[in-house]
């Protein structure tokens, strides 16, 4: 379908849906961990307007709740309570991640055409304006899955899993118009949860180690 | 009512020892929770029994023949986890492992724990499941890290990611469901996630989607499973985290994610109107065996020894179920109920053991039986139910689930033979020297609780000799319900 052929709204979905990818690949090299947390709040201040451009054109009640829970939790909670952790911990800088730069990105771009392969009979079948976007929320959750895989540090992988969250926020989106209330409140109360925990986490870990690297974490393997 | 009281009773016991839970008596208030939970189970069988299904909450929960007998045992084994739990973690305290604060954690967090695991299974929602499932991890994480130890903050963090990232792979396997349900039900309203529904219908639901939903969901839950190749946390989380945790994990949370692949296999098996699913279900299970029993011989923890024998009975579980028809499901979940009651027994005198020792470390562990000859027949009668040895009824549930292999699946009984063979040695080479033999340990402060551990291995005999009518009738209606071929 030609762009002329959709409206201004469809259009600025859409844009947004390719910035939420874009953001996943600047989350995929992006070593300094103030930056990465930034770039988070940013992929979810796109997911809250896209969200709130979808619920006035649909005009789908929840909607307007999901995405006041987006901004609240995604855009300003969650990030502050990040921020907060990587000053009073001191963590600034990841290592080198396990694999190099390019070799990242190249895999990166295989995973966005295998997304779109995977979503081909899903976005076939789906009967909401957004559907074209599904295959870039599959792309947004493999490659925060990537993320995670190559880092080394707990807070990266941790932005990693809170992006993969995103993704299926949007994925959730663009299929069916989000899903029920009651479950998008639960798995807001997980994630918010979640990071609770993991705060207390983080103390313990740094108090045992003094570093929030998982190279520590190798003695628990079977040869010994 | 007995509905309201069987999940209240752990969300108010987990608020109210939040606040006391690091109090001398906390372990008994505990133990007072679990009781009324257990009750309140009971009563909600009872119900069952006379009256049928029960639908409540605006359709949000439901009881039904699969389901009543996985509350029924998870209310039982969380009530015996706290009588063991008691004196077990005034040892801890008394040794200095953990502190006030700790024990009020721990008391809080169990019964939360609790809580989450009887929603996941009595809610009808897809949804609810999803994310009673996680709030289950996420009650647990803290405990697998109680100690603080270098190696327990290992495990949680790798149990929290792990479990973690399976489960959000099953949110997008609930999500695409939805997508699928929602063609059919309807968005309106919230009926398109509700499984009473979605099994009303589920021959409509589109294919394509569902068969891809699964795949997710199967990942996902099966994560928490511990099907191998998923299986990584779990070894780790059972060995560093205090052991009436491990007993809880390896009986229970591990039999609530069981429950929820196979309430997905019934909706995606009925909309495919192929044995696609099962086929899944049966290689992931047959690798955890195989994995299982073969890993079990490079174990030196006792913690992890038993770790790895839980992968191994939720691989020939998941086997079973993938075969489906009457008598491998009816087999399958006998298999649940024996292999919680025998496992969390084997830990109950295990944890004992360790404390006695002072290591978990099989070497290190010498002697039981000139001990206490209660702790060392005891860990001896678990080893020999878990591994199957007649008349408990373990052996029961294998040689039925071994014989419908033969007829069904011919091809996989030399494979499932030689792993059982496998572990027999490996279990009973390691537990033979623990019991008897010489020994060096010391005397506990408080006695320990072992009576629960005869009452488990006294129900796991009584199942293998004899089933009550009323559980026989639950599992064949189940069996019914989970279909297959």
Redesign the interface.
Known sequence: MSMKALPIDLQIQNTLAALLLLLSFAMLSQRRIVTLVNLLALQGALLGIATLLLAWRTGVHHLYLSAALTFGLKVIFLPWLLHRLIRRLGVYWDTESLLNLVGTMLVGVLIVIFSFG?AQ??SA???TATRNSIGIAVAV?LIA?LT?ITRRK?MS?VVG?LS??NG?FF??MS???G?????EL??A??VL??ML??G??FF??R???DSLD?K??E??K??? | MEFLLLLGTPLAGAVILGFYGGRRWAPDLNVAFSLITFLAASALAARIVAFGNLVVGREQFFIDAFNVFLVALTAFIGLTTSLFSRPYMRIEAHHGRVSAGQLRLYHSMYQLFMATMLIALTTNNMGLLWVAMEAATLSTVLLVTLYRTAASLEAGWKYFILCGVGISQALFGTILLYFAAEKVLGSEGVSALLWTHLNTVKGQLEPAVLGLAFAFLLVGYGTKVGLAPLHNWLPDAHAEGPTPISAVLSGLLLNVAMYAVVRCKVLVEGSLQSSLPGRMLMGFGLLSVVLAAFFLWRQRDVKRLFAYSSIEHMGIIAFAFGMGGPVANFAALLHMTVHSLTKSAIFFTVGHAVQRAGSQVMDDIRGLIALSPTIGWGLMLGALAILGMPPFGVFASEFLILTSAMKQQPWATPILLLALGVAFAAIFGRVQPMVFGDTSAKRLPHPPALVPVFVHLALVLMLGLFIPPYLADWYRAAARLIGGH
């Open positions: 995977l009979p899903i079948l789906a009967s959750i899955f995670m707990a992988q899993f993969m969250e299926l994925g959730a299929a069916t118009y899903m029920p209330m009651v479950v639960g798995v109360l997980d949860v979640a925990v993991l207390v986490f313990q870990i108090e045992q180690f998982l520590h974490f003695t628990l079977e040869e010994q």
